[in-house]
Every structure is written in C-alpha cells, then in structure tokens.
C-alpha cells in the first residue's frame, strides 16, 4: 500500500455554500470539486479546501497537505497513510452518488 495518495482539486473559492462533490476535467486529470465560503486571498480558499477535504474523506486534518497548485483553482493535495478504503470514498465524491 502506498503511504500517500495524491487528490486532483477543482477549488470555487467564495461559493455562497460550502460542498464538495463534482467532478472537473483539468490540467492534473479528472478533479474533486470543493466550493469554498472563504475568499482566494492570503492562501484562505487553499486552507478551507485542504481542511474540507479531509473532513469529507474522513481523515485527520494534519494528514492533508498541499504538494502544488497555491495560487492556482486547480491544485494537488497529498493524503498521508491513507486506508484502502480512501480511494472509493474519492471516486464517490467526484463521479456520483455524493452530494
């Protein structure tokens, strides 16, 4: 098992609600959309998205981190010893049935 899985985020900073679920076709291949209440200044949207999705893969905030993608929508979050479970929560969260 790997010890880090790689997650391909679509970020929609100010959104008028918070969610994550959908799916985005971008640079880094098929992506996560997580929508944001906090504005894309001084790295806010990033921490909001980082923390947003962990809270919806079910894991500890410390175990997110972001590997690229800072001043970008579109950005790639590392997920520390994730279990071998984590990547059909993901699946369901992009391609269906999570909403």
Request: without cysteine; hydrophobic residues 45%; charged residues 25%.
């Amino acid at each position: 098992m790997d010890d880090t899985l790689t997650v391909a985020v679509r970020v929609k900073a100010g959104a008028s609600r918070a969610r994550v679920g959908g799916r985005f076709d971008g640079p880094h291949g098929p992506a996560l959309v997580i929508a944001v209440n906090a504005p894309a200044v001084d790295g806010r949207a990033t921490e909001a998205a980082r923390r947003a999705l962990a809270d919806a893969l079910g894991v500890r905030a410390a175990t997110v981190s972001l590997r690229t993608g800072a001043a970008s929508r579109d950005k790639l979050f590392l997920v520390e010893r994730p279990s071998s479970e984590l990547p059909g929560v993901l699946r369901r969260l992009r391609d269906g049935s999570a909403e």
